[in-house]
């Protein structure tokens, strides 16, 4: 049976350009005529997309269901064979980079903008992972992003629409579409991953004492999180919360830190839970915090590699490399060097990960955004790193069967052994792009004229004095393909070790953001109470020296942050956040954002 190739007549639109994490603009641009159609077919220009087999997912959030369609038909126009397609149009990030890997998929589109909000005035993302599973390269969405200038029509094939809420096969025109079950092939992942009957066991035996409890921010990981932690694991309903996969993530704003993620840690501080966690909105994302114990996403990752013994995955394949992000604290490197294992500093963004994991030389990472992951998939992985815990708390619990071990205690042992990076990150969302740009000129010349070398500031609260041993503008070379990557974050790094890292960042859809990130490195011979200090008290002169050495607050016209992450000690709580607010004109907590 013929079936009828309609060519659109359409014209380009300007900024179509994807990055890693794709295309995101608010959804009324999406909306507009012609919009979505002309990058998805840039997609498929771009691609070889006659024959090929493809993954459609995405975090549920507004206007996907309809996308899902518009995909379908242009998808059916340009030959397209197959498309696996997620029930409902949901697939969480990771769900959707084991299914590629799973089903030898040639590639698949994800409708996300990760943790941004949803909703018809928020964000929309079209994103393009390859056949290995990960994000596109820059290659791929380069040529994606040169088509979207020049494109003239598009083609589509007319047809019923396809029923996302059936599980099973059907056609769209010639290509055939199989609807698929959202969660079962992650979870059957996890599963061969983890040892789901030792964390079953601690669980159950200790329930009363060491209570769970997930919050889904109305994300995609909600239906995952049910599956694994009531259906398999026989927890409580009450271990859940916020778990139902909404269009606008519940009016809130799915990004798992302590101010978006409040909802958590009222809830954990409230009622004395001993192991909170959330994910973001497509699921890549995690936070853990329990009772007054916040982990930061430097110090999980590295605690993670250090007890990758207790896991299976890594117990039968091994531990072949480990890496973080350059901003990420160095913690995981600390890790890496006594286990005498390769370690790897690269830019902000998962596809440096991908490649090392391809060539078989990395098997955990880590990024200071809340992602953690490894080559299980070609993403990082919220849920999977709140496994891990659950499996290294339930190995530890084993092997000191007379002392209740939750996330304090592992921090305290982590490091006595390791030492401790005070770290914080400032963002400072949709300000000014001249301010911004301002900034990094600033900071530019400093490198270039090695102004600010040797050069000495003094704190005015904390009298400390900081010496600047270097400005740099950190540059990647890619030790498997050999690509360069320049431009990736100032770094300024003083005598005695602590550092100071601006980045500008464009994951928003309106205006610019720039993040500082602020580490100061302790030794395991401070003693314990140096180790678990306040962080505030910590980084208190070293961010007042940053933000003068940067003229931060004139440039972006800014007193205060929009989100604050900070690592509190294993003896703090949760008003150390608005505590360490403090540091920056008195204010009395973060912004919330608009």
């Avoid at 149009?89 to 409708?111: E, F």
């Avoid at 499996?391 to 209740?404: D, G, R, T, V």
Wanted: glycine share 10%.
């Amino acid at each position: 049976m013929g079936y009828q190739v309609k060519e659109i007549s359409t014209k380009p639109f300007d900024g179509q350009k994807p990055g890693t994490s794709g295309l995101r603009k608010r959804v009324k641009v999406f909306q507009q005529e012609h919009y979505t159609e002309n990058f998805v077919q840039a997609i498929f220009d771009s691609i070889k997309a006659d024959g090929a087999t493809l993954v459609i997912g995405g975090d549920g959030r507004y206007f996907s269901p309809e996308t899902v369609q518009t995909i379908l038909k242009i998808g059916s126009a340009n030959g397209v064979k197959k498309l696996i397609i997620g029930k409902d149009s949901i697939l969480s990030t990771p769900a959707a980079s084991n299914v590629i890997r799973k089903y030898k998929a040639d590639g698949g589109i994800l409708l996300t903008a990760s943790h941004n909000p949803g909703g018809p005035n928020n964000d929309f993302g079209i994103k393009y992972n390859v056949s290995n599973g990960g994000p596109a390269p820059e290659n791929v969405t380069n040529k994606i992003y040169e088509i979207t200038k020049t494109i003239q029509k598009y083609k589509v094939i007319e047809a019923d629409p396809v029923d996302l809420s059936v599980i099973g096969k059907t056609k769209y025109g010639p290509t055939e579409v199989q609807i698929i079950d959202s969660v079962a092939d992650y979870v059957e992942l996890l599963q061969d991953i983890f040892d789901f009957q030792l964390i079953k066991d601690f669980l159950q035996n200790n329930a009363s004492s060491f209570r769970i409890l997930f919050d889904g921010l109305h994300g995609v990981t909600g239906p995952y999180a049910r599956a694994i932690l009531v259906d398999t694991l026989g927890l409580p309903e009450a271990s859940i919360q916020n778990c139902v996969a909404l269009p606008d993530f519940g009016g809130g704003h799915p990004d798992p830190n302590l101010t978006y993620a409040h909802s958590l840690v009222e809830v954990v501080e409230a009622k004395n839970i001993q192991f909170g966690a959330a994910s973001d909105g497509d699921g890549d994302r995690n936070m853990i915090y329990g009772k007054g114990a916040f982990v930061t996403p430097s110090d999980s990752v590295a605690i993670i590699a250090d007890w990758a013994h207790v896991i299976p995955y890594f117990k039968k394949g091994g531990v072949k490399g480990l890496a973080r992000s350059m901003p990420t604290s160095k913690a995981i490197d600390l890790v890496a060097q006594k286990k005498g294992l390769e370690y790897f500093e690269v830019p902000t963004g998962w596809k440096f990960f991908g490649n090392l994991m391809d060539a078989g030389r990395l098997s955990i990472c880590g990024e200071e955004s809340f992602g953690t992951g490894s080559d299980h998939i070609r993403e990082k992985d919220g849920i999977w790193a709140i496994m891990a815990w659950l499996n290294i708390i339930a190995a530890a619990n084993k092997e000191s069967p007379n002392e209740l071990i939750g996330i304090k205690e592992l921090l305290k042992k982590h490091y006595a052994v390791y030492g401790r990076s005070f770290f914080s990150r400032y963002d400072y969302e949709e300000v000014s792009s001249e301010g911004a740009n301002k900034l990094v000129a600033l900071l530019d010349g400093a490198i270039t004229s090695s102004s600010l070398a040797n050069k000495t500031y003094k704190s005015k609260s904390t009298n400390q004095d900081f010496t600047i041993a270097s400005v740099t503008s950190f540059s990647y070379t890619d030790p498997i393909d050999g690509s360069v990557s320049k431009n990736q974050g100032q770094v300024v790094l003083f005598d005695d070790g602590s550092r100071v890292v601006f980045r500008l960042s464009g994951t928003g859809s309106a205006g610019a953001t720039v993040r500082l990130y602020v580490e100061r490195y302790v030794g395991p011979e401070a003693g314990e109470k140096v180790l678990v200090g306040d962080t505030a008290e910590g980084l208190k002169g070293l961010i007042e020296v940053a933000l003068e050495i940067s003229k931060l607050k004139e440039f972006l016209g800014r007193d205060e942050p929009t989100v604050i992450t900070v690592s509190t000690s294993a003896e703090g709580d949760f008003y150390l956040l608005t505590t360490w607010s403090a540091v920056i004109n008195q204010m009395s907590h973060p912004r919330e954002r608009r």
